[in-house]
């Protein structure tokens, strides 16, 4: 069975991008995938240094997270926008799962032969559009092909109900198509 693994690169209590990726989670899901949804809150990493992992190694965490992404054939990722670019959270999860397990250890690269949507929102008008670039150029360079399809909802504060889930019908759809989309691909290799 086709299995992806859904997270934002935002920590925040009842972030919208964790919502968004909720919503694509579920259109994979529809679609016939084996989906996790995960929260990067979950797996408190330090920031990448190092120094730190030659003294300490890898943390627990960002093993835990290094191994969700080898066990899973897919990514859906929605990233918020700070500064025109990814949050400091997924960077710093990536760089920690594109580490070996140990300093004598090969292991299997978690992004390599992968395949990601990708998608964000923002308080603002664009919706963490200019984000995406940086995210998409991030996984590429990493051996993750990104489907072309991606979405940005804007205007966040409005964009939810309480219930999760978008209050544009059309939205909503486009949003849960990502899903469909990524898991239809996955099924072709």
Do not use: C
């Not at 899973?72 to 670019?85: F, K, Q, V, W």
């Not at 960077?91 to 998608?119: C, H, L, V």
Request: proline share 6%.
């Amino acid at each position: 069975m086709t299995k992806i693994l859904a997270f934002s690169g935002s920590g925040r209590k009842k972030s919208f991008n964790q919502q968004l990726v909720t919503i694509a989670a579920k259109g994979a899901a529809d679609a016939g995938a084996e989906v996790t949804v995960i929260n990067l809150a979950d797996y408190p990493m330090p920031i990448f240094d190092e120094d730190l992992e030659a003294s300490e190694g890898m943390p627990e965490a960002a093993k835990q997270f290094k191994q969700l992404l080898i066990d899973h054939d897919g990514l859906l990722i929605a990233s918020p926008e700070y500064n025109s670019a990814f949050s400091p959270l997924l960077k710093n999860a990536i760089d920690w799962a594109t580490r070996p397990f140990g300093p004598d250890i090969k292991s299997e690269p978690p992004f390599a032969n992968k395949y990601a949507a990708i998608m964000a929102t923002s308080p603002g008008g664009l919706g963490g559009m200019r984000g995406l670039v940086f995210v998409r150029l991030l996984l590429s360079n990493l051996g993750v092909t990104v489907l072309p399809g991606q979405q940005a909802v804007p205007n966040a504060y409005q964009a939810f109900n309480e219930a999760g889930s978008l209050n544009d019908e059309e939205t909503q759809t486009r949003v849960m198509g990502l899903g469909s989309a990524l898991t239809q691909e996955l099924m072709k290799k």
